[in-house]
Every structure is written in structure tokens, then in C-alpha cells.
């Protein structure tokens, strides 16, 4: 293979020479989607605090990303690895968008097709994989995030139906969707239930003045003596394997995702540096800023072999879910650190919304957060490594 000069990081690993020609078209479709539906619009919807998720979801339903992953039921049934590379271009776009992805493919959408019965799959999954319909989960709670085995909602049973009390908070799409999995404690352990939108006591206010992931809607749930029938409950969830299974999904579209807003913060700012005159020669031909162009491709090379290594692993179905830990932790550290690095040889500039970098280095500061905290992937790795347990 012979290099173009200037190369990209990820043409200097050869990324592409490891995946096989559909994979590299679905991606390119993607990275399509975003440069003519997404680039345009974002910094605008960034600096409003908005995002026209069911125009989105509707086009990303014909794109066919949402559930693409999953068998049936008008899903495309891809290869994780793609589902990964259609992550990072989406996230090369915004975090928020691969979010709402994320959140309806991974964790709702999964967690019908994975847990549901027949007619729940039915009535919800062909129109969600179509972006008719929206859906959200609801784990988190205002008390209880990275341990949600202190869940304080509750489902109990009141004759034929299901009574729901609780809160769930920082729920993405929660006040959009047309239907909530939440997650609930009962007599028997942790249960999932179905809860559509408009049921009489579920209310989703839409949580504002965030500093991050702005062209996202982020939400609170309430539900309020909430009543449900029967069949609303997922039948084969039984105890909190069901939700973690489905952060495991979600966690592994991250491991990609973030290394595309890196992508797009290191290429936006090597395409600076080239063209920006400093005592009359470019940025880019200064020791300094190649040292830190150097490193930050370096890493990004790196975190993209470990993301289709742990793809290839759960393609081929040997992935343990602990090894989605290495990767999450690796790739939203080494993307928030090459956002924050290239801001740095943006100057002044790099602080505006003419440029993506610190749209994407703020974004990345709740992705570092949601679906396990760095320190809690440390913590599973030292486990895995050690064989003691640290969480307590």
C-alpha cells in the first residue's frame, strides 16, 4: 500500500485494508449522511440547545442505522463492525446524533428484541428500525447512576396490571419517544416495562441549560402511579442482567463513536495548521505542532485496531463483555484528550463553533460519564486483571 502525502491517521494504520468492501460502502454511506444532512446544521443546533430528532430518526430509518445490528423485524442485520464504523462517522458528526442512535438501536430497540415478547416485538420494532416511532430507557436514576442496584422505582401489582413509581433522570429522548423502557423493582427483582407515551401518570420533562451534548434532548422520567397492563412487561428480562446487557450494546457503539469526534477534531485541525501562516511559513510545519499531531494520530491509529479487534471479537461471538470495558475506557479518554490538544493548536479560534473542537471535547465530557464512568471501567479491568473485586 503506498501512502498518500499528506496522509490521515487512520490511512497511515491502514484501517481500511481491514474491513471488506460492504462494511467500507455502509460506512461511506454514513459519512454521506452526515457531511450533507448533519455538518451544516449542527453548530447551529449546538448553540440553541436543539435537535429535530424526528426528522432525523425518520431519515436515519431509511438510511437503515437504527437496530442495524439486530435480525428481523425490518433491522439490516449488519456486522458489529459495521454498526461500529456507522458510530463513529455518526459521532464524527455529534456526539448527540450517535447518541440518538445509540439510545434507540442499542438500548430500546435491543431491549424489546432481546427481552419482549412476539407482540411487543412486533408492534415496535418495524416502525422504530423505520424512525417512525422513538423510543428511550430508563435506568438511571437521580441517586442512582453507576450503581443502579439501589433503583428506587418501583412496579407492584395491583390486580391484572402493573403500578410504576419512580424517577428516572438524564434519559436521551425521553421527551420525544413514543415508548420508555424503564426499569423497575418488584417482589420479584428488577423488571422491564413498556410504558408508551401519553399513559394517564408518565410525564418526560425535558432537562435545559446543559453545557454539553446540546443538539440532544435529554430528559427526566416520572411516572406517577403509573398503570400498565400485564403484557406490558418484558418477559424475558429477570433481574439487572437484563438492563446491563443492553449498556453493553450501547457501550460498544461508544468505543467507535468517540474515536470519530477525535477523527474529526484531528483532521479539522491538521487542515488548520496547514493553511494558517505563523512568522511566514504554516503551523503545520513547526517541530512542536508536529509532535503533538504525531502523538494525537498515534493514539487515534491505536484506539481503531483495539475498536475492530473487540468488533471482530463479538462478531465472531467470543466477546466477553468485560473486554467492552478496554475499549470504552481507552477510546473516550485518548478522544477527549486529542479534542482538548488540538483546541490548543486552534487557539482563539478553536473556542467558537466555526470549528467543531470544543463542541466535541464538551460532548465528550458526558460520554466520559454515561454508560459506566471511566473509573468504573478501571475497576472491572482491575478485576479482570487481579481477580479481586474494588466496587465497595
Known amino acids: ?13 491502514g484501517v481500511d485494508t481491514l474491513v471488506d468492501d460492504d462494511t467500507r460502502d455502509l460506512q461511506a ?67 448527540g446524533l450517535r447518541s440518538l442512535v445509540s439510545v434507540q438501536g442499542s438500548l430500546a430497540m ?31 436514576e437521580p441517586d442512582f447512576g453507576s450503581d443502579p442496584s439501589g433503583m428506587r422505582t418501583r412496579a407492584r401489582r395491583d390486580g391484572g396490571d402493573w403500578v410504576l413509581t419512580g424517577t428516572k ?14 426499569w423497575a423493582r418488584t417482589d420479584e427483582g428488577v423488571r422491564g416495562f413498556l410504558v408508551p407515551a401519553g399513559t394517564p401518570g408518565f410525564t418526560a420533562p425535558e432537562i435545559t441549560r446543559k453545557l ?29 442482567s437484563g438492563p446491563l446487557s443492553c449498556l453493553n450494546e450501547a457501550r460498544f457503539g461508544i468505543v467507535f463513536g468517540a474515536l470519530g469526534a477525535a477523527h474529526d477534531c484531528l483532521q479539522t485541525t491538521v487542515g488548520y495548521a496547514r493553511s494558517r501562516q505563523i512568522f511566514d511559513k504554516p503551523l503545520a510545519a513547526y517541530q512542536a505542532t508536529q509532535l503533538k499531531l504525531a502523538d494525537m494520530g498515534l493514539e487515534l491509529g491505536k484506539g481503531m485496531l483495539l ?12 466477546l466477553d463483555h468485560r473486554q467492552i470495558s478496554l475499549g470504552k475506557l481507552n477510546s473516550v479518554r485518548e478522544a477527549i484528550a486529542i479534542a482538548r490538544e488540538c483546541r490548543s493548536i486552534l487557539g482563539a479560534a478553536g473556542i467558537t463553533l466555526d470549528y467543531p473542537v470544543l463542541r466535541h471535547a464538551a460532548n465528550l465530557e458526558s460520554v466520559l460519564t454515561y454508560e459506566g464512568t471511566s473509573e468504573v ?9 487481579t481477580g479481586h473485586a474494588a466496587f465497595r
Request: glycine share 10%; proline share 4%; with cysteine.
Open 212 to 240: 454539553s451534548l446540546r443538539a440532544s434532548v435529554t430528559s427526566e422520567l416520572v411516572l406517577d402511579d403509573v398503570r400498565l397492563p400485564a403484557d406490558a412487561m418484558l418477559p424475558e428480562a429477570a433481574g439487572l
Open 307 to 318: 475498536a475492530l479487534q473487540i468488533g471482530r471479537l463479538k462478531d465472531a461471538g467470543t
Open 377 to 385: 471501567h478501571q475497576l472491572i479491568i482491575g478485576q479482570v486483571l
Open 169 to 182: 433522570m438524564w434519559i436521551t429522548n425521553g421527551s420525544v419517544a413514543d415508548v420508555a423502557v424503564v
Open 1 to 13: 500500500m503506498t501512502l498518500p502525502v499528506p496522509a490521515t491517521a487512520l490511512e497511515y494504520v
Open 110 to 140: 435491543y431491549a424489546i428484541w432481546r427481552f419482549g415478547s412476539e407482540e411487543q416485538k412486533q408492534r415496535w420494532l418495524p416502525r422504530m428500525a423505520a424512525g417512525e416511532a422513538i423510543g428511550c430507557f430508563g435506568l438511571t
Open 29 to 95: 454511506a454514513v459519512r454521506a449522511f452526515v457531511d450533507r444532512r448533519i455538518r451544516p446544521h449542527v453548530a447551529i443546533w449546538y448553540e440553541e440547545g436543539h435537535l429535530p430528532v424526528r426528522d432525523l430518526a425518520r431519515e436515519l430509518g431509511q438510511l437503515g442505522v437504527l437496530g442495524m445490528h439486530l435480525d428481523g423485524y425490518g433491522c439490516a442485520g449488519t456486522s458489529a463492525v459495521a454498526y461500529g464504523l456507522a458510530c463513529f462517522e455518526l459521532e464524527a458528526g455529534d456526539s
